[in-house]
């Protein structure tokens, strides 16, 4: 059973990641560990991570209905992440990024199991008394490489270096003692998945087994398998950041048909472009404040400002507002309920 369809499945939600692992098993080692080109930074960054924040733009604020429907959050969001944006980005930059860094964290791993419960519903998964749960294996898929990175030196970080604690504990022998346990409760809940369906005679779900194992895989490669920050954002990034777009995409279009009117936030090419122009405007600002280091790209006629700690502060929770304006929204619109009344409808329409 699929989200949107087989084809549409494959092509955008399980794929792009695919390639991301081809492309890193054929990287040369020494550009494994050579600092990332500006280039891919534009691609992986600005386009697909900082795009896709902005593409929640078009689910919520930019829409009618969305803006009656979520009212409140819609209003209080922006303010209440704001003044908790400056406050701790003017006590301490350190900290600010530290706390960035696992709400980012939080955010993705519930983006993860969200797809994953979609999967589960559109597929219509009985509630059956299993050995291992589900929520507990998508969440050991992420959790376990997000525990062994708090104990090993990693050349890549989410935000700056240092964000995550780091500890030293344990030896490597019970760490790859670890690393077997972890694959084996993942493929003996794949054999019980399938196990189960053929017991009480219910359609497997392709789709929500390809989810499970594309998370373990990616996490795995991206976070243990391979210590470079190139494969850690490619792998991120893709996974994270392509899904929630076709999402949204999916979601704006279901709309349009029922509405039988071409609204423009309804539109893919509106949605994909208006989000990736709103994320280059964003990370210009983010360089000519606050960053100054990608002036290759953001050229500009004026020189860098002098910023005031306060000044600063009041920037960069600025900049930040965005991205932690959707973490927070992503927990509200995406959820099955009257609020959300063309959720259904759009896994009723597709798959």
């Known amino acids: 059973m699929w989200l949107f369809g087989k084809h549409t499945d494959i092509a955008f939600l399980f ?43 078009f689910r919520t604020y930019l829409e009618k209905q969305e803006n009656r429907l979520h009212q409140r959050i819609l209003g209080l969001a922006p303010i209440v992440s704001f003044v908790m944006l400056f406050l701790f980005a003017f ?13 980012a964290l ?19 998964i009985p509630k059956l008394k299993r050995i291992l749960n589900d929520k507990f294996i998508l969440y050991l898929s992420m959790l376990f490489p997000i525990l062994y990175w708090h104990f ?24 790859n003692l670890m690393v077997a346990v972890y694959w084996l409760l993942i493929l003996a809940w794949v054999v019980e998945d399938i196990w189960l369906a053929k017991k009480h005679e219910y359609a497997i779900s392709v789709g929500r087994i390809l989810w499970l194992l594309s998370t373990a895989v990616n996490w795995y490669l991206g976070i243990v398998f391979f210590n470079s920050d190139l494969v850690f954002t490619m792998t991120n990034v893709v996974a994270h950041g392509i899904p929630y777009v076709v999402l949204v995409v999916m979601y704006q279009q279901t709309k349009r048909k ?5 609204a423009y936030t309804q539109l893919a090419s509106v949605i994909v472009g208006g989000a990736i122009l709103l994320g280059f405007v964003e990370e210009y600002l983010w360089d000519f404040l606050i960053n100054h280091d990608k002036i290759a790209l953001f050229i500009s006629a004026f020189e860098y400002p002098e910023l005031s700690p306060a000044v600063q502060a009041f920037c960069i ?35």
């Not at 006590?91 to 709400?103: D, G, H, K, N, V």
């Not at 939080?106 to 219509?124: I, P």
């Not at 090993?152 to 604690?165: I, Y």
């Open 258 to 262: 029922q509405s039988k009117k071409a």
């Open 152 to 175: 090993h030196q990693r050349e890549f970080a989410w935000f700056m270096q240092g964000d995550f604690f780091n500890f030293q504990l344990f030896p490597d022998l019970v760490w």
């Open 91 to 103: 006590e301490s930059i350190t900290w600010f990024w530290r706390i960035m860094a696992y709400l």
């Open 317 to 351: 929770a600025l900049l930040a507002l965005p991205q932690v304006v959707h973490y927070v929204l992503d927990g509200f619109i995406w959820k099955m309920n009257a609020k959300n009344p063309h959720l259904k409808t759009l896994f009723k329409t597709n798959g």
């Open 15 to 57: 794929v792009p990641v695919w390639l991301t692992w081809i492309i890193a098993f054929l990287i040369p080692t020494e550009t494994l560990n050579a600092e990332i080109p500006l280039w891919f930074w534009v691609v992986f960054v600005l386009l697909i991570d900082v795009g896709h924040v902005w593409s929640t733009l």
């Open 106 to 124: 939080f955010h993705f791993v519930k983006q993860q199991y969200g797809f994953f419960a979609l999967y589960s519903y559109k597929a219509c």
